[in-house]
């Protein structure tokens, strides 16, 4: 039988080690029979749809809750996570075929571009592969998915356009959201009541946390990517808040006001200031209070606060410097996309960091955000340069605000940026200095492989009048790099390549 989950020294134990129920002796019988099911459930909603006989997206509901139901019992019914996370490999590669090739209509929305049938499976596959040890989390995480995503689903299309929102790129509604915070609520609760070992008051906030962290995933959207953001951040939300927030405690004051609950009071608190003060777009801000939860829970406070300090500086850097620059950007607001290119590689490195205690991530982190600081930095001191950036590669003279350009003042920038890191490091942490210099220089030199992508493979494109662009739109035309590297992709292999150059720097020494 399913044991109960408890703590100890506020790490999670779970002492299940076997499937609840085993169908059969091996496995492979019961994954086939999976497998076949799903693709039945798969044949018979493109039949309905040819029928006609429920509407279409009420049938791929249908196949949404179904399939769901499959994979949210397969940590029951599997002894690891290799056959499971085969399935889901099949459904990625099955799934992005058919959508290429306009197959299974069934399962896909015939009224908007979405991926969520893609996004599925990954999500499927990240949380079997990585989480695989956390089953009753697992179970939760995969419920929500399976039964609270359809239900919003289903009443938001039922809903008037008047309580329509985007947070993100989704259009989203009131009604719907309300109703899958609720039922991820009832979900989260009675699972947490029947397999986990601590107090009522516990289990409630437990609940809510869990349940507005699924909502902000399924809110913050963009074509179907809550299928893959819901699952993956409930279950870092939960993990989170049991290893982290005391459960000793009856008292449900005590609770609200454990350490790490008022850490993440204060980072909302001062997200919503940057908001209020145009530094953070609305999806931005949402990103930025995800980001920031999960650092608290599954970080320390050398994390925590080298990410504040990179965050609030370069804020501040941006206001201060507007007035005085020779060059203004188009908006100053960091949406949810530039949030995660800057933020998201420190962010994996933290949480991969949480499971596996080696001294070696907490530098790799502090990398990554001296590569965001040093580019970032770069970008706002070299607004100030009186003469025209040149290109990285050809050394020709660019336009101002043009992936690739470097000046000066801005490469000075971009070493201050990551000598602050660098600094902060020494403050915050009994470290050798030789690790400092690692910071420093790979957070440089990563920014200035961040102006080489910009220079040769970031997309430009040339609108009717010839003038150069890095936008895509109707009117342009590609003419240098790629279409699908932009400047929020090359932020990212900036944060991703100098813990690497980090890395190697601590191997050859």
């Not at 609840?20 to 693709?39: G, K, R, V, Y």
């Not at 609720?182 to 946390?209: E, M, P």
């Not at 004051?253 to 003060?277: D, G, N, P, Q, V």
Request: charged share 10%; proline share 3%; net charge neutral.
């Amino acid at each position: 039988m399913l044991s109960r989950c408890h703590l100890t020294t506020q790490r999670i134990i779970f002492s299940m080690d076997y499937p609840l129920w085993l169908p059969f002796q091996n496995e492979w019988w019961t994954f086939l029979i999976i497998l076949a099911s799903i693709l039945i459930i798969v044949m018979t909603s493109e039949l309905i749809l040819k029928l006609g006989v429920l509407s279409p997206e009420s049938n791929r509901r249908l196949v949404h809750i179904f399939i769901g139901i499959f994979v949210t019992l397969s940590p029951i019914v599997f002894t690891s996570y290799v056959l499971p996370a085969t399935l889901a490999f099949i459904f990625i590669v099955l799934n992005y075929f058919a959508y290429n090739n306009k197959k299974f209509k069934g399962i896909h929305s015939q009224f908007r571009i979405t991926y969520g049938t893609i996004y599925f499976p990954i999500g499927y596959f990240i949380i079997t592969v990585c989480f695989w040890q956390y089953t009753e989390l697992l179970i939760i995480s995969l419920s929500i998915l399976t039964i609270a995503d359809p239900i919003a689903s289903y009443i938001g299309e039922n809903t008037s356009n008047n309580n329509q929102f985007i947070i993100w790129e989704d259009k989203k509604t009131v009604k719907g959201t309300a109703a899958f915070f609720i039922t991820s609520t009832v979900i989260v609760f009675l699972i947490a009541q029947l397999l986990f070992d601590f107090s009522n008051a516990y289990i409630l906030l437990f609940t809510f946390f869990t349940a507005i962290g699924a909502t902000t995933a399924e809110i913050t959207s963009s074509k179907g990517s809550d299928n893959l953001s819901i699952p993956i951040i409930s279950i870092l939300f939960m993990l989170g808040f049991l290893e982290g927030i005391p459960s000793i405690s009856l008292d449900i004051t005590s609770i609200l006001i454990s350490e790490k609950l008022l850490l993440i009071y204060l980072i909302t608190f001062l997200f919503y200031i940057a908001y209020r003060l145009k530094t953070l777009s609305l999806d931005g801000l949402f990103g930025g209070m995800v980001m920031g939860t999960l650092i608290i829970l599954l970080g320390s406070e050398y994390h925590l606060t080298c990410m504040a300090i990179f965050f609030i500086l370069s804020s501040l850097l941006s206001k201060v410097l507007k007035r005085a620059s020779f060059y203004r950007s188009k908006g100053s607001k960091r949406d949810i996309v530039q949030v995660y290119a800057n933020g998201g590689i420190a962010l994996l490195i933290c949480i991969i960091g949480h499971f596996n205690n080696d001294s070696i991530m907490i530098y790799l982190f502090f990398s990554s955000v001296s590569a965001a600081m040093s580019d970032t930095w770069g970008t706002e001191f070299g607004k100030l340069s009186k003469h025209k950036p040149v290109s990285i590669v050809s050394f020709q003279p660019v336009n101002h605000g043009m992936s690739g350009g470097i000046t000066r003042i801005g490469t000075i920038g971009s070493l201050l940026g990551s000598c602050i890191i660098g600094l902060s490091a020494w403050l915050l942490l009994p470290i050798q200095s030789h690790i400092i210099y690692g910071i420093i220089m790979s957070g440089l030199l990563a920014s200035l492989f961040d102006s080489v992508l910009g220079a040769t493979v970031q997309g430009k494109y040339k609108d009717k009048s010839g003038d150069i662009t890095e936008r895509e739109t109707e009117n342009n035309n590609l003419f240098q790099g790629y279409s699908y590297i932009n400047n929020d992709m090359v932020n990212l292999l900036n944060t991703t390549i100098s813990p690497i150059i980090m890395y190697f720097f601590l191997w050859l020494l």
